[in-house]
């Protein structure tokens, strides 16, 4: 198969200026271009543009896969939404990055599967709510970034984990959808959820939010409205949605103990036998079972042709002689039937009336080959 290479870039937080899309068309003239994107593959030739320096001055989201496995999403935040002191406890290697400049924080992931399958060919759509998930102050994306540096053996195995985000058993969609598009090995997360609370469902409803928005001060209001009317962003709310939930999360709310990388691929390692093992033995079962029915097929089939044996004889003569390898097949499973009939009448005669079907068709080489591959 040839070269491909896609990218998408989207704005999600202010659509682009006129001036901004002709600068980008200089890029690319069959590149789909629009106030809120950049979209173009390429099967020869390559990208001219720097998705680093794009991510700073044009878009939000960066959204990147090739044909030979490698896969790259860049996320650009407010600095005010995505803490860099706090992105750093979490993305600090090649596969998993982040840089701060000019008030924002891009957050970089890097991973790759070289058994690429065009029926797996993923998409942004699935990843988007990612971006607005860890502007709410769901931490579990970056978790998800430690976890590809673990992964990759980027980190010491004394390293010592961040802090587990809560939720990590029970992820959103998009956030599956991060894992899957990463290759995060599904035994490494499984281990790592089990020091992860169940997620805290704390969204306010009307009556809590009023009453909270109620304490703030005249000054906190008139500065928030300020900035939805003059900025048009949705940052601002994002903000405030961050700051409730930091209010009124449990400050005692205990942190579990925190693994050592050795640990944490050890526990991976032992969950990745027992999946195998109950895995073996829901295979086995199920064989057990096919087997069972099988059985009882056969055992109904042969009750019903039982007392008939030499209608299936005279039928078996006929078949041979039309020489078609169809009637051959025919043929010899109904030998195999008679076979089984005949065992289990203990009558014995079956191996003397085959002898003499062979000699009587012993140039009929292809059934005489079916024969011995029935092990008749």
Not at 361 to 374: A, D, I, P
């Amino acid at each position: 198969m040839s070269e491909y290479q896609y990218y998408e870039f989207q704005a999600i937080d202010r659509p682009l200026t006129e001036q901004e899309t002709d600068e980008l068309r200089q890029y690319s003239t069959r590149a789909h271009i629009t106030p809120t994107s950049f979209i173009n593959h390429y099967q020869w030739g390559s990208f001219k543009g720097n998705p680093d320096q794009w991510m700073e001055k044009y878009f939000d989201v960066f959204f990147y896969f090739a044909n030979w496995g490698t896969r790259e999403l860049k996320l650009r935040f407010p600095s005010t939404l995505l803490v860099p002191a706090i992105v750093g406890q979490y993305c600090n290697g090649r596969s998993a990055s982040a840089r701060a400049k000019n008030g924002k924080v891009v957050l970089s992931f890097s991973g790759g599967n070289e058994d690429f399958e065009w029926d797996d060919e993923p998409r942004l759509s699935t990843l988007l709510a990612v971006r607005s998930e860890l502007a709410s102050g769901d931490l579990r994306a970056l978790y998800i970034g430690w976890l590809l540096l673990v992964q990759h053996g980027e980190l010491s195995e004394d390293d010592l984990e961040p802090p587990v985000p809560p939720g990590l058993n029970e992820l959103s969609a998009a956030l599956h959808g991060l894992a899957d598009f990463l290759c995060i090995d599904f035994d490494l997360l499984h281990a790592a959820a089990q020091a992860s609370a169940p997620l805290r469902h704390d969204e306010p409803g009307h009556d809590e939010a009023f009453r909270w928005i109620a304490q703030l001060t005249t000054a906190e209001k008139d500065a928030l409205l300020t900035r939805l009317m003059i900025e048009d962003s949705r940052t601002g709310i994002s903000e405030l949605r961050q700051r409730y939930r930091k209010e009124h999360s449990a400050a005692t709310e205990l942190q579990a103990p925190q693994r050592t990388v050795r640990e944490l691929l050890k526990s991976a390692e032992t969950a990745a036998e027992d999946r195998q093992r109950i895995e073996t033995e829901k295979r086995k079962r199920e064989k057990a079972r096919k087997e069972r029915e099988a059985a009882l097929a056969r055992e109904i089939h042969l009750n019903g042709i039982a007392g008939r044996e030499p209608e299936l004889w005279n039928r078996i003569e006929s078949l041979l002689a039309t020489k078609q390898p169809k009637s051959y097949d025919m043929a010899v499973n109904l030998l195999v039937d008679l076979r089984e009939l005949d065992l289990r009448g203990k009558q014995n005669a079956f191996p003397a009336r085959l002898q003499s079907l062979r000699h009587a068709h012993v140039n009929k080489t292809s059934f005489l080959r079916w024969l011995r591959e029935q092990g008749l």
